[in-house]
């Protein structure tokens, strides 16, 4: 009956976005929307330019020609996402962004499914996970054409797998977060801390899969372009490059509180929590705490990725239910710190919003670094605490 109950709910909000979306995806909305920039590296792939992906001038021709207008946006990630949404532009592009809205919005729908075998909370209580829809990042990513929600599921799927013990499929799944390669670049080592080898493996055949469809599509030039692509991108602030105080790890909380040098400042603070996070989770625990080790390890990878923006914030729905789980579940010693930072990666985004001025992105929503690190932080003092009380059990 639940899960009746959760594909019926699924079909509802379909529709509900369907009526919504239709009269929304105007040309002038399509403008404003990361949509665009995936429907154009698609196209250039499609039209057999993969080898071009990542010039500017090959993408500011297609703007031109397919969207009729000069930008300052472009495609950024790995070719074999370009590939994979190439189909889409087999329609126009109002049509492909709804389809590609809908398709996410499925997968949200899913993800009680998902997450109902492996997480009692959800079992018992499913459609309460469907109240991710109100979570201001996943609305974001919604309207702006956003893959985190994709991202979400994955990693979902993974989490799945692995609590059923199939951690070399959990792990080849786990690959598909790197559509957004950033967070494997720290995810893959704290899981190795972690002990989760077989895991971690998975991930590195479903990686080399992915590098494999890459090269295909790129050629060994293309891809050189695209690292040379992905630095200059970097290097440059503003037009033509990216805006750091729209993100929620530390290099955007140092860009928003104007750092001299919000890069070095954002990696000093990485690699601490990177070696804090490392350290704890090598330390051994009880099975029934490994969702906790596997939710901070996705923080901390959120947290300390050199380009995390608010959409991406998507990712901490996972690690909350997790969280949540472990609470309700009576097996946290600092249960109500754990709750009240969970509480807080939901409202606070929205008190913030509130607090801005027109759109989200005039905000201050780097300041969420300190919520996620906060919600990182009772974590860490559960895991530890589980640990220290292990030690001395034994």
Known sequence: MKIVSIILAGVILEIAVM??????????HLQTTDF????????????????????????DAAYLSIAGYKSNQYFLHPPFEAAAFAPLT???????????????????SCLPLVLMPCTSFVARRPQLLLLSFCFLPVLIALNTGQDAIFLLFA???????????????????????????????????LLL?????RLVAGLICGTTVLGVISLAVCGPAGIREYVSFLHDFN??????????????????LFAGLRFGNA??????VATMLFVIASAILWRRIAADLKGLQFALAITVALLASPYAHFPDMTLMILPAVLTIDAVLAGHLHYRVLTTITSAALFVVPYILISRGRHYWWESSVYLLFLVIAAFAGSLMVELSFASKSRAQVA
């Not at 009526?19 to 002038?28: S, V």
């Not at 059923?164 to 598909?176: E, I, S, W, Y």
């Open 19 to 28: 009526l919504i979306l239709l009269p929304l995806a105007t040309p002038e």
């Open 36 to 59: 665009v920039n995936f429907y154009i590296g698609a196209s250039i792939v499609r039209q057999d330019g993969g080898h071009h992906l990542y010039s500017r001038e090959a993408q």
């Open 90 to 108: 087999y329609l126009d592009m109002r049509s492909a962004y709804v389809a590609w809205m809908l398709t996410n919005v499925a997968l949200l």
């Open 155 to 189: 990693m979902s799927a993974s989490y799945l797998l692995s609590s059923k013990g199939k951690d070399l499929p959990a792990g080849t799944v786990l690959a598909l977060v790197a559509v957004k390669f950033q967070y494997l670049l720290f995810l893959a080592p």
């Open 193 to 197: 801390f972690a002990r989760r080898f």
């Open 235 to 252: 290097a440059h602030q503003g037009y033509g490059g990216l805006n750091p105080t729209l993100m929620v790890s530390a290099r955007g």
């Open 263 to 268: 890069s070095t400042w954002g990696w000093v």
